[in-house]
């Protein structure tokens, strides 16, 4: 992990940019102080735990959905096209 400050990453973020697309992560200071990071950013999104526990409590709320609900019986050609003549 590299740290730099605010103003050289502002004068050299393209070569920021080309390191974490590397796999290299750049914590930006102010004062010393961490103030930003720069992590790379994986091509699966599933790899993001915050992504990860969002899709889990999708899948989660959809098994509790209930099944039963208005059946409809086969769809006619009328239910398609209605009584317009041609």
């Not at 993001?48 to 019986?73: H, N």
Request: hydrophobic fraction near 30%; include cysteine; aromatic fraction near 4%.
């Amino acid at each position: 992990m590299r740290s730099v400050s605010i103003r050289d990453a502002n004068q050299q973020f393209s070569r920021l940019i080309k390191e974490v697309e590397a796999g290299e992560t750049v914590v930006i200071t102010r004062q010393g102080k961490p103030v930003a990071q720069l992590t790379p950013r994986s091509a699966n999104r599933l790899d993001d735990p915050e992504v990860r526990a969002k899709v889990e409590r999708l899948r989660s709320c959809l098994r509790e959905w209930p099944r039963d609900g208005y059946r409809l019986g086969p769809i006619t050609e009328d239910d398609k096209y209605g009584d317009a003549e041609l």
